[in-house]
Nanobody, 115 residues
């Protein structure tokens, strides 16, 4: 059973930056394309960014140019560098692999952006 642990969230002013981490137990992360998701209060979870095993990346339009997803397979960790944060980025952020079945969801990490 793979365990996912997200960290790095916090409270930041608009325009600020945060770097989120997603650590996976075991050494399986390198074999998987990985996604970051977020869920704002009262809203459905939405996809944010993807990194393929070869390193190619994809982003939802609203974060393009501001967020960067990366991976360190030696550390079994995926990162999400978030710059120029906006209040609408406020949410709990989660990671998981692209393919189904998904791994068990972690607890997520709260990102709050104040205006």
């Amino acid at each position: 059973q793979v365990q996912l642990v997200e960290s790095g969230g916090g409270l930041v002013q608009a325009g600020g930056s945060l770097r989120l981490s997603c650590a996976a137990s075991g050494s399986i992360l390198s074999l998987n394309a990985m996604d970051w998701y977020r869920q704002a209060p009262g809203k459905q979870r939405e996809w944010v960014a993807r990194i393929w095993t070869g390193g190619n990346t994809d982003y939802r339009d609203s974060v393009k140019g501001r967020f960067t997803i990366s991976r360190d397979n030696t550390r079994n960790t995926v990162y999400l560098q978030m710059n120029s944060l906006k209040p609408e980025d406020t949410a709990v952020y989660y990671c998981n692999r692209v393919v189904s079945p998904k791994w068990s969801w972690g607890q997520g990490t709260q990102v709050t952006v104040s205006s």
